[in-house]
């Protein structure tokens, strides 16, 4: 059964890094083909994609973010960690990831339940 | 870039047919896969369409995706539409190096 959970603070302040953990289960990132993927909501927003964690160390990022954005591995312990410097009010909202079947070539086929983050003074 | 345009609402009464848009700004939406998202309120998104036309085990075949190169769109059309089908579906798509959402569709069922 795989399982997705993610973790990190709740509140930030403006101007802080943001780590959030992605702890997974069920799965392994090294298998051919599979993927692990963040995407975000603001509340009440459409749901945006972040960044993407291949199985072959492929890393792929949000235009608009890449300069802030940076997803690892962390082999070990089955987590992908997912950083994100310099936030802002705009950063605020519901934080996902995300597994792609290695059999699918595009798309997750299981999702965690969100980590809800404010950024506030 | 590319930006991926979705109705921002539709509505249809239960046992009817609605089909919900998702128009791609450049580049060919043939050229790669478009994915669809349900999510109720209150929860995580669940795929109910991969790779364009794909649906994972356990997605009733009332759903179905297409794509239409003249309008350079995809598709989302849910038939024979139930109370439980009332949520926000998003499309998905990418290009060589990202992937974009579209903005979001809210299904009334009325």
């Known amino acids: 059964q795989i399982t997705l959970v993610e973790s990190g603070p709740t509140l930030v302040k403006p101007t802080q890094t943001l780590t959030l953990t992605c702890s997974f289960s069920?799965?392994?990132?090294?298998?051919?083909?599979?993927?692990v993927g963040w995407i975000r909501q603001p509340p009440g927003k459409a749901l945006e994609w972040l960044a993407l964690?291949?199985?072959?160390?492929?890393?792929r990022y949000s235009p608009s973010l890449k300069d802030r954005l940076v997803v690892s591995h962390d082999t070990f312990k089955n987590q992908v960690v997912l950083s994100l410097t310099n936030v802002d009010a705009v950063d605020t909202g519901t934080y996902f990831c995300?597994?792609?079947?290695?059999?699918?070539?595009?798309?997750?086929?299981?999702w965690g339940q969100g980590t809800l983050v404010t950024v506030s003074s | 870039n590319f930006i991926l345009t979705q109705p921002h609402s539709v509505s249809e009464s239960p046992g009817k047919t609605v089909i919900i848009s998702c128009t791609r700004s450049?580049?060919?939406?043939?050229?790669?896969?478009v994915q669809w998202y349900q999510q109720r309120p209150g929860s995580s998104p669940t795929t109910v369409i991969f790779?364009?036309?794909?649906?994972p085990s356990g997605v009733p075949d009332r759903f179905s995706g297409s794509i239409a190169s003249s309008s350079n769109s995809a598709s989302l059309t849910i038939s024979g539409l139930k109370p439980e089908d009332e949520a926000d579906y998003y499309c998905?798509?990418?290009?060589?190096?990202?992937?974009?959402f579209g903005g979001g569709t809210k299904l009334t069922v009325l």
């Open positions: 995300a597994h792609r079947p290695p059999a699918w070539l595009e798309g997750f086929g299981f």
């Open positions: 069920g799965f392994s990132l090294r298998a051919r083909g599979v993927a």
């Open positions: 964690l291949s199985w072959n160390g492929d890393k």
């Open positions: 450049s580049g060919s939406i043939a050229s790669n896969y």
């Open positions: 790779e364009t036309n794909q649906r």
């Open positions: 998905q798509s990418s290009d060589s190096r990202t992937q974009v």
